[in-house]
């Protein structure tokens, strides 16, 4: 069965969400990965997470083209990164999200693969609610927010809280499983986030649990000469694959778990 919207003829298209199957939308961004990745880190994990759980799950899902380009200002001091005004990348992912909520597709997951996207995607999602006055249910999610994943880096990781940001542990680990060939190993380094307890965020383990829940993103050059956060060093093909197949299992559970909300008439209590 066809689960590639993008490959889909458009009676397909309708037949897919006449079968209630939930529209998953990868979005990241092109930037700066340090000296050892290529600037599609994002795109590419992203993506291919999010092909390989929907695969998994192709009569009950649909896998919707990537957007590629995503919110990304504060990286623009490091030649390669490409960034879309904030509000544009809002409304351009809220207008894909509400076509398909126009399409008849109930349930739709953006499933993100770029830190500062979060809070702009989080956005697009309750504006899809909205446009469509309630009748879908539109989500978003990093896919190092599964919770397979944040368990598996538990047992799976090797470096201390802050390994896993930016190009650490977990991205390097998981693009040497994709495309080792584009990954140069020799140039990695290690760089370690700045920053006092309360403000700082490691991808698989969050905010420190011994601080506050404190939020500051200043421009990524103040932070890291390599652009870098983290510990690259560390990043393995073996460790690739294992983070690799919690993601893509983590995330066909949450697909699963998605479909299950239910959509109910809204009550205007005037
Ligand atoms: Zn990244």
């Not at 919707?64 to 990348?89: E, N, Q």
């Not at 998981?174 to 920053?195: C, F, H, I, Q």
């Not at 694959?241 to 239910?262: D, H, N, P, Q, S």
Request: charged share 20%.
């Amino acid at each position: 069965m066809k689960y590639r919207y993008a490959e889909m003829t458009w009676p397909e298209c309708r037949a897919a969400a006449e079968a209630g199957r939930a529209a998953v939308l990868p979005v990241a961004t092109y930037e700066d990965h340090g000296y050892h990745l290529p600037i599609d880190t994002d795109v590419v994990l992203c993506s291919e997470i999010c092909d390989r759980a929907v695969a998994r799950l192709a009569d009950e899902a649909v896998l919707i083209p990537p957007v590629p380009h995503g919110y990304s200002p504060h990286h623009m001091d490091f030649p390669g990164t490409l960034t879309i005004a904030w509000d544009t990348f809002i409304n351009y992912v809220r207008d894909i999200c509400v076509s398909l909520a126009h399409h008849q597709f109930t349930h739709i997951l953006i499933v993100n693969g770029h830190g500062s996207n979060t809070a702009p995607l989080e956005m697009a999602a309750r504006l899809t609610v909205l446009a469509a006055e309630g009748k879908v249910a539109c989500a978003a999610v990093n896919h190092w927010g599964v919770h397979q994943v944040r368990e598996a880096g538990k047992t799976i990781r090797d470096s201390e809280y802050g390994g896993n940001s930016h190009a650490g542990e977990y991205e390097t680990s998981l693009y040497l499983a994709l495309r080792p060939g584009t990954v140069d190993m020799d140039k990695a380094v290690d760089e370690m986030n700045p920053l006092p307890p309360s403000f700082q965020f490691d991808l698989l383990a969050g905010k420190r649990p011994d601080a506050s829940l404190a939020t500051y993103m200043p421009y990524w050059s103040t932070m890291t000469e390599s652009g870098v956060r983290g510990r690259a060093t560390l990043g393995t093909r073996e460790k690739g694959e294992a983070f690799l197949e919690a993601a893509v299992a983590g995330l066909v559970e949450l697909i699963r778990e998605f479909k299950t909300i239910e959509i109910p008439a809204r009550i205007d209590h005037h």
